[in-house]
């Protein structure tokens, strides 16, 4: 559902407006288990290893003795690496009640290591934010452009004065796929009835011949 404002091409919407009953909107939220968290890396966090406690379950994003500042200025850069490919849909960004809630999220797919230098170039999307407090707000993605990622860098430029940008909380929404050499297991992190609804084996065409 709209809001009536742009979002830098994205729309944004309320979790609570989505489809399935609350129960359930944890697992739509539930990419952060396909993140690789040892190598992930938030670039001018305040405190070592403070970024990696943003991606939490859904149902913790208000626990807020968890969350990141930035250090130097009010940019931060998570370089997010996930475990297989990744089909990506949404986004929420969850802050703190003042100005240093980030104000603009620039997103870029495939870039490992990537730097603030690296932040001159193109994002393959960028949005401008709400501030979000509760973890309500979706910022959905254009897909045809994060169809496969296997690395997510979400660039936070801007906050709306602060010195520093403070964060609680990032949602990801989306499909998740590891790829094997007999099938392929795909997890779809939205309304799921059941988890092995989504397991696809792929089968050679000689195999129907074997008796």
């Known amino acids: 559902m709209s809001h009536g404002h742009s979002h830098g091409g994205g729309g944004c919407r309320c979790?609570?407006?989505r489809e399935e009953?609350?129960?359930?909107r944890g697992l739509a939220y539930g990419l952060y288990l396909r993140i690789d968290l040892e190598r992930l890396q938030c670039l001018n966090e305040s405190r070592e290893g403070s970024g990696r406690g943003v991606f939490k379950p859904w149902e913790e994003r208000t626990d807020r003795s968890k969350f990141v500042e930035s250090d130097a200025d009010e940019e931060l850069?998570?370089?997010?690496p996930f475990t297989g490919n990744v089909k990506l849909k949404g986004i929420i960004i969850m802050g703190e009640d003042d100005d240093s809630h980030p104000s603009e999220m620039r997103l870029y797919k495939n870039i490992p290591q990537m730097s603030f230098d690296d932040t001159e170039r193109e994002p393959d999307q960028t949005f401008s934010l709400n501030p979000d407090v509760t973890g309500e707000l979706e910022y959905a993605t254009k897909i045809s452009r994060f169809s496969n990622v296997y690395h997510l860098s979400i660039h936070i430029s801007k906050n709306f004065g602060a010195d520093t940008t403070k964060v609680f909380y990032?949602?990801?929404r989306g499909e998740w796929t590891e790829l094997r050499r007999h099938e392929v297991t795909i997890?779809?992190?939205?309304?799921s009835?059941?988890?092995a609804d989504h397991r696809v084996h792929q089968v050679t065409p000689q195999t129907?011949?074997?008796s």
């Open 77 to 80: 850069l998570f370089n997010i």
């Open 193 to 195: 009835a059941n988890p």
């Open 15 to 17: 979790a609570a407006e």
């Open 187 to 191: 997890c779809n992190y939205e309304a």
């Open 21 to 24: 009953p609350p129960e359930q």
């Open 208 to 210: 129907h011949f074997i």
């Open 170 to 172: 990032i949602g990801l």
